[in-house]
């Protein structure tokens, strides 16, 4: 690469597949030490410093925050979608009774399929402290959890999640 000219700093004028890839490490692990990605891509800490530096870098890394970004927003709102759906199946493993029939479903089929609904639920639920909906931000294995330590009776703790379930659809 030869020395650049004396009061100019070396730029990169295109990226190349490793520099992509710093830039994908960078967004995947945070924040990363020059030291560390030396270490990685076996560089020197002055190259990398150069690297991250640089303008186009600069430029494709906040391209690659922004696709990050907008990958979450899109997850979030499918989950906020499946919120509904997951209430419904829990509500209908609660009111079901012991004497029906679990033709078409095994009890493997039900417990995964309960378990996706408490999932659903309480990645929405998380989200109550930014402002958007969620089960009065309580984990719901967490409540669930609250009331087992408390001894609670079944009927005790049905109607607790039921209302807990009512306040979440208002």
Known sequence: MGRPAMGLSPKIKQLKNHHRSMARDIIAMGEIRNVDLARIYNMKEAQISIIINSPCFIAYLAELETQVEDNITELREDIRLLVPRASMIIKEELFKEDDQPDAPMTLSERKM????AFDIWDRDSGRKKHGE?????????????L??????STEDLQKDIFDLIAEEED
Do not use: D, I, P, W
Not at 113 to 116: G, Y
Not at 135 to 144: E, I, R, S, W
């Open 113 to 116: 399929r309960l378990s996706t």
């Open 133 to 145: 909906s969620g089960a009065k931000n309580v984990h719901f294995h967490q409540h669930n959890e």
């Open 147 to 152: 009331h087992v330590t408390k001894n609670m």
